[in-house]
């Protein structure tokens, strides 16, 4: 629709974008404060102050706003980890990469309560898990080959980089992630410390050790 002086008419496609959003706001509050099945239609309809036909105009069931929930953190993840993040230097300097990446991950609000309610809900519902492992699996296995990569090349010595992969971020998790999944206080470690030690630990057991030619070219390299 036009009007006269030619303008489209936007606001209703705002006011429908508006309340997509608070639909999910809302499912992600009630879902983590009561369980994904104890929450109804009707629950999440009065939650986000929408009538009950504009919810279904959005949505037609509570499985499709998870979906939504879901694409929106893997939108997060595409954002903390961007394409070509393996080819930002030195092992070193991708590892802290990585590292920051995951650290300020465990700091959005949003991505924290969509993963309790995960943990929370997957034993009454398996498919939330495997629909969330999905989206999560992509980056460990992106993790894992480019650990993989550099073994190939003689810069790392990683029998099993999957394992590999999942030793660096569980050095990572247990500093933000898993004391906030249990209601426990946060070591109080500085970020920067907790990077910096995670890629020293993690080099000093898989780094290949240099020959002593390489050794002598790495140093005339760097004078």
């Known amino acids: 629709m036009e009007f006269e002086d ?3 008419e936007v606001l209703p496609r705002a006011r429908r974008g508006g309340s997509r959003d608070a639909i999910v706001a809302a499912a992600e ?6 369980g994904f099945g104890a929450v109804s239609m009707d629950d999440l309809a009065e939650a986000a102050g929408v009538a009950r036909r504009t919810l279904y105009n959005q949505f037609t069931s509570k499985e499709e706003i998870f979906r939504e929930m879901l694409r929106r953190v893997s939108g997060q993840l595409e954002d903390a980890f961007p394409p070509g993040i393996e080819t930002q230097g030195k092992v070193e300097q991708v590892l802290r990469l ?3 990446a995951i650290l ?5 609000p949003e991505y924290l309560g969509f993963l309790r309610m995960v943990v929370a809900d997957a034993r009454q519902f398996p498919w939330i ?3 969330f492992a999905a989206v999560m699996d992509p980056q460990t296995v992106r993790l894992a080959r480019y650990l993989e990569h550099l ?3 003689g810069i790392l010595d990683c029998p099993d980089p ?11 998790n247990e500093f933000s992630l898993w004391p906030w999944m249990m209601g ?3 070591v109080g470690i500085a970020d920067a410390d907790v990077v910096e030690e995670t890629v020293r630990m993690f080099l000093r057991s898989y780094r290949r050790p240099q020959s002593k030619a390489q050794q002598t070219v790495a140093r005339t390299r760097s004078s």
């Open 6 to 8: 030619g303008a489209s």
């Open 29 to 34: 509050r009630l879902f983590l404060e009561r």
């Open 98 to 100: 990585i590292a920051r």
């Open 104 to 108: 300020n991950l465990h700091k959005q």
């Open 129 to 131: 898990a495997e629909e």
């Open 151 to 153: 073994t190939g090349l």
């Open 162 to 172: 999957t394992l590999a992969a999942h030793q660096f971020m569980g050095l990572l």
């Open 184 to 186: 426990r206080k946060i």
